[in-house]
């Protein structure tokens, strides 16, 4: 049976190597080289993703073993159904990027070819933006359903790197193409869903408290009930504080468990993975940085931090020495357009809690300072 961490890992290797293959077409595409051809150079992106994916064809197996011995021995038919129906759409993804290279190589002529290199990618990927079920699995103690994310976004950031080769290999301009944008758009907003729910399955445990002695007590654990995976009964001991300690202690202690079980079960690789996609399904026209607005405080607090409340949304906080201000600016990759094809994102104004120790940046999914 795999062990709950090799089955983050092999997740966390799937992101990763998507991410590498969507970078690097972005990377050609944006710096507009055409030696060799824009096809040739995606599909030989592709290749190497396809080649990755082989290469951890025994990683993916154990997420499967897992998954399969995480139902009842009468619901593991479903699971194999919904692995044979996601293999059937890496299939066709594999189809596109095979119609693609015969396209390009045959002098880009055949516009059959060309035609289902585009349906066959589109409807790969669409069918996992559309698809709930693919991210569920049956719950052994409930008539319900339970999200289970592993199988199904293995194979979706396979065939949605695909589907943006294609799209940049059919059209190396696509940011001027508002349909391809648009589609993009979904599908990065199809990745936070996953993120989203995936990340409610994350729970951080903090215990302890003050005595009437001037200490406190912290103790913590995290489970990530998908994998599995437990971090385990770890005690910090006593400290020196109050409840308004213990209280800052608890809240950063939680943040930090969060954040590290992210990692290890591959949501921070997932969260990248939807900044490059929405990033880049942005029109290239649209202002990212707010104006720059100055916040007063009081004489204290920090010197520069950054956060993020949501995949996407960056806010920048630093303080002003000369003027006692604390001055932000933010950046919004998935604002909305107004018309005119102009945007304004919103200004995040940062306010100085109560407590001088705690950072001003807002709490939030991702509110660790970078």
């Not at 961490?5 to 507009?32: D, M, N, P, R």
């Not at 790197?161 to 301009?173: C, E, K, M, S």
């Amino acid at each position: 049976m795999a062990t709950p961490i090799v089955t983050a890992l092999a997740v966390y290797e799937a992101g990763k190597k998507a991410y590498e293959a969507y970078q690097g077409i972005v990377a050609f595409v944006s710096h507009g080289s055409h030696s060799p051809t824009p096809e040739e150079e995606i599909l030989a992106r592709l290749e190497v993703l396809h080649q990755d994916f082989v290469a951890l064809q025994g990683r993916f197996d154990e997420v499967m073993e897992a998954v399969k011995q995480a139902v009842r021995v009468e619901q593991q038919a479903y699971v194999l159904n919904l692995r044979r129906d996601l293999e059937g759409l890496c299939g066709r993804a594999r189809t596109a990027t095979d119609e693609l290279n015969s396209w390009a190589v045959g002098g880009r002529k055949d516009p059959l070819l060309r035609s289902n290199a585009d349906n066959n990618s589109r409807l790969a990927a669409n069918t996992l933006l559309e698809g709930d079920s693919y991210f569920y699995r049956p719950d052994p103690n409930s008539p319900d359903s339970v999200f289970d994310h592993r199988l199904a976004y293995i194979a979706y950031v396979y065939v949605l790197t695909v589907r943006f080769g294609v799209i940049a290999g059919l059209n190396p301009q696509y940011r001027e193409d508002r349909l391809a944008r648009e589609e993009l758009s979904r599908h990065a907003a199809r990745l936070d869903w996953v993120f989203q729910n995936a990340d409610r399955a994350i729970e951080p445990d903090i215990g302890g408290g003050p005595d009437n002695r001037g200490s406190y007590f912290l103790a913590h654990q995290c489970v990530d009930h998908i994998s599995g995976y437990d971090t385990g009964h770890t005690e910090v001991g006593w400290r020196p504080g109050g409840q308004a300690e213990y209280d800052d202690a608890r809240a950063r202690y939680s943040d930090q468990l969060r954040a590290d079980m992210r990692v290890r079960t591959g949501l921070a690789k997932l969260m990248g993975f939807h900044d490059t996609v929405a990033y880049w399904a942005k029109d290239p026209r649209t202002p990212g940085w707010s104006p720059w607005t100055p916040v007063e405080v009081p004489d204290s607090v920090v010197s520069l931090a950054a956060a993020s409340d949501r995949p996407g949304h960056t806010v920048l906080v630093w303080r002003d020495k000369d003027k006692a201000q604390l001055r932000t600016t933010s950046y919004d990759a998935t604002a909305a357009a107004r018309p005119g094809n102009r945007r304004w994102p919103s200004v995040r104004r940062t306010r100085c809690g109560r407590n001088p120790r705690r950072a001003p940046w807002p709490r939030g999914r991702d509110s660790s300072p970078w």
